[in-house]
């Protein structure tokens, strides 16, 4: 992730360490707040077979907006639906293990992290959702599916 650039939501090209001097920023605008830091991805097939995924990382401020982050990855041969969810999972805990370090080097560790994955009980990914969850809590993060999984669902989506 270091090496990688985030588009944030105005227009910015960011780098990990300058995310998170934003997100400090935005947590020190109002301190008093409640914030959680979240990450989701989601992916689209195209018509040629590769897959095309967008993780967004997101610092909400609980009950007043929030700002968010995201990167394009892509071109992948994924033949399944499984594995693109799977895929889409690793790409989320890759991103969180590195978020978090960087994180707790600005102070900012004690903001509630969460992971968001694109499954739900209504729909083709209803059979994913425990080892898919399983993946994330195994990571020792907190994770969030459909309806709650905003970061993945409509953040994330929104840039595929």
């Known amino acids: ?4 650039l985030f ?9 990990p360490v300058q995310i998170v001097q934003t997100i400090s920023e935005f947590i020190n605008a109002d301190p008093n707040r409640e914030y959680k830091i979240i990450v989701g991805t989601d992916s689209e097939r195209k018509q040629d077979g590769k897959a095309d995924f967008v993780t967004a990382i997101v610092v909400h401020r609980v009950g007043n907006g929030g700002r968010y982050f ?17 895929q889409e999972v690793l790409l ?14 600005a102070g900012l560790e004690k903001c509630d992290f969460e992971i968001h994955v694109d499954v739900g009980e209504n729909g083709e990914t209803r059979s994913m959702i425990q080892e898919l969850v399983g993946a994330v809590r195994a990571h020792n993060f907190e994770a969030r ?8 669902s409509k953040v994330a989506d929104r840039h595929v």
């Open 92 to 105: 989320s805990l890759d991103v969180s293990k590195d978020l978090v370090q960087l994180l707790k080097a």
């Open 7 to 15: 588009n944030s939501s105005f227009g910015l090209k960011l780098s």
């Open 70 to 86: 995201w990167r394009h990855t892509g071109g992948e041969n994924i033949h399944s639906l499984r594995d693109r969810m799977w």
């Open 145 to 152: 599916t459909k309806p709650e999984s905003f970061a993945a």
């Open 1 to 4: 992730m270091q090496n990688t």
